[in-house]
């Protein structure tokens, strides 16, 4: 999958937590921007997790902050799975 | 694969050991071990107590060919998996101090972790760090304004050269390990704990608490850097020769459902959680799950850490009904990490008891009155607290009023303990000890109860502080934090939690402000909500208040609890007008 497919997937993903109602582009920050609580985004990684059947790091997710940082994790964990 | 045994040939000695070391020697003995989860639920790795032991060992050779002195500090960044067990007992045989430290996963929050790495391990002055690989980055950047001897991924220390040294096991009245969860995150505290004050807590709650038995098999998701991961999880199965089955924190968070997976399989029989596990599993289960698990053999569920809130473990127990889940395995519980882990534990086997007790009056007076089910009294008016039961045997109890006097039953006040399962001190702070150990070592626990004989029911935990899902959060990290905004100034703030109807912890900032021009103010409140969103990973109520309204003590400091009243008192008038956690 390429990258602009997974930045779409993930930005329908996350629309599903998003309360706030607002519109999600991949600059939208995840936690500042839909206001997510720790909870709400383990909910929402573990949803990102078996859509893309990949296993996200607790360490790569300190560097994560916008939807495309996101989505970049996903493409280069998708990819590793691959090869 | 399969798991270690549940049974062994080993007679059981219930934590009957002087220090921890001569705990592993004994259960090297038997065939029991630890066993290691991974996200999907299936057994990744194991290690037998023959093995930990024989690792362990060897281990501290090499770690005492580092020339460090006796008791020196090793960090030990705590993911769950069996290397933390080797390093944190190779300390044991090699007389050093092992100090977990929390592996960390909060979205975009590097800088915040790794300033708090940096801070324990500035507190309890390490001298060797070793960090998963996971988290070499987080640490590398953590230690470098330190001046450590050495640290790196624990193949680093694997592969030094064996030493011929004898070994050089701590001994009883030696520090056993340093514990990091009670302090705050800018001013963090070391739990100090000794061998004989962990053997002792350990062997209470083995006897009296748990009651443990060699038929007992205990399965956990908490972290192993918290003390209820640690004393209750892996030491206590340790001290008892017992198997363990341990879930990572994220996995549990990820997929709750995996726990009851792990303990149906397993034939678990004692598994415990903070209140808002129970209540997030419960959240999240399908209910076509249900019939896919047994969980008739989970005889002691614990619940502890926090106020307990009946509501949301009734609803746990309903759910899982059908999965035999017995609502008398609930066992509320009392403890902290100043105690080594446990203070008291409720009957088993007879789940929770909950009394409804009048607000008002004890709002008042801090007396607490029973009112029965058969009054007219409306829901309003009472408050619903659970009996945490008795306290163990090595310790005494005082409750008392703020002059120091004692109070006899039924009236609240500050629940005070003494016995060899309290802690010697916080690891060289002097000042923070002495505010809460007196001379005659009572240690003034901070939390807010009232006895019944020797049972006691908590009515506030430590003065101030706030818990969201599991979590401490002090207040003034939360008002320091507020304060690097521009256009927020220091001191103009207070932070504090309230208890709403259902029993949620709602997390409320009222802050001093000039700021008139209403979208500057909405400005404002949402930086503040993204901040403490990004720092603490929880959702707070700003209440933008103008200049002065703070109350003050007549010296000029702040009052948090003044603060608060009158908060709820603007929020009762009108709960929209307050702010918005929106």
Known sequence: MELAEITKTVISLARKVDEKNITLTPESALVADLGLESVQIIEFLCEVEDHFDIVIGEDSLADVVTVSDLAELVYHLSREKKL | ?582
Request: proline share 5%; aromatic share 8%.
């Open chain 2, 1 to 582: 694969m399969n798991p270690t045994e549940l049974n062994h040939s080993l007679p059981l000695k219930n934590a009957s050991f002087d220090t921890l070391a001569e705990a592993l020697d004994y259960a090297a003995k038997g065939e029991t071990g630890c066993n290691f989860y991974d996200g999907s639920g299936s057994l990744q790795s194991k290690i037998s107590y023959k093995e930990l032991r024989l690792e362990a060992v060897k281990l501290a050779r090499k770690l005492i060919g580092l020339g460090l002195k006796r008791g020196a500090r090793i960090a030990l960044i705590a993911e769950t998996n069996p290397l933390f067990h080797k390093f944190f007992f190779a300390c044991q045989y090699a007389g050093y101090v092992p100090v977990a430290l929390p592996a960390g996963f909060q979205i975009g929050a590097r800088k915040a972790y790794v300033e708090q790495l940096e801070r324990m391990m500035d507190s309890c002055g390490a001298d060797i760090a070793i960090a998963p690989e996971s988290h070499l980055g987080f640490l590398r950047q953590a230690v470098e304004r330190l001046d450590l001897v050495k640290y790196g991924l624990p193949s680093d220390f694997e592969t030094l050269p064996e030493t011929e040294a004898p070994l050089n096991p701590l001994k009883l009245d030696d520090i056993a390990y340093l514990q990091y969860t009670s302090g705050s995150t800018r001013f963090p505290r070391g739990v100090e704990i000794t061998q004989k004050c962990v053997m002792s807590n350990l062997r209470d709650i083995s006897n009296h608490g748990l009651k443990i038995d060699r038929d007992d098999r205990m399965v956990s998701w908490l972290p192993f850097y918290h003390d209820m991961g640690l004393v209750g999880f892996v030491l206590l199965p340790l001290a008892n020769q017992l198997s363990a089955d341990y879930l990572s924190p994220k996995t549990f968070a990820m997929r709750p459902r995996l726990w009851l997976k792990l303990i149906s399989e397993n034939r678990g029989t004692i598994s415990s959680s903070p209140p808002f596990g129970y209540a997030l599993c419960a959240k999240r289960l399908r209910l076509t799950d249900q019939d896919k698990y047994d969980l008739s053999s989970w005889r002691v569920a614990c619940v502890g850490a926090e106020r307990i809130h009946p509501e949301p473990l009734r609803r746990f127990a309903h759910v899982l009904k059908a999965a035999n889940f017995n609502p008398k395995s609930f066992v509320p519980c009392y403890g902290m990490a100043e105690c080594a882990l446990a203070i008291s534990f409720a009957p088993l086997g007879e789940g929770l008891d909950a009394m409804d007790l009048d607000k008002d009056l004890m709002a008042r007076t801090g007396e607490a009155k029973l009112i029965s089910a058969s009054s007219h009294k409306t829901n309003e008016s009472t408050l619903s607290f659970v009996n945490c039961g008795k306290i163990l045997p090595s310790f005494e109890m005082s409750i008392r009023d703020d002059a120091g006097n004692e109070l006899e039953d039924y009236v609240c006040g500050r629940i005070c303990l003494k016995g060899d399962s309290v802690m010697s001190g916080y690891f060289q702070n002097k000042d923070a000890t002495e505010e809460v150990l007196d001379e005659e070592g009572w240690l003034d626990t901070g939390d807010i109860g009232f006895r019944l004989g020797d049972e006691v029911v908590v009515t506030a935990r430590r003065k101030d502080v706030i818990i969201v899902n599991g979590r401490n959060i002090w207040p003034h990290d939360l008002e320091f934090l507020a304060e690097s905004l521009p256009g927020v100034r220091f001191g103009n703030v207070s932070a504090f939690s309230f208890a709403d109807d259902i029993g949620t912890d709602n997390v409320v900032m009222v802050v001093e402000s000039r700021e008139s021009n209403p979208a500057k103010r909405k400005e404002l409140i949402e930086q503040l909500q993204s901040l403490i969103l990004l720092h603490f990973g929880v959702k707070c109520l700003i209440n933008l208040v103008p200049p002065r309204t703070l109350p003050r003590t007549s010296s000029g400091k702040l009052s948090r609890s003044k603060a608060k009243q009158d908060f709820l008192a603007r929020y009762q008038k009108s709960p929209t007008a307050v702010g918005s956690s929106e």
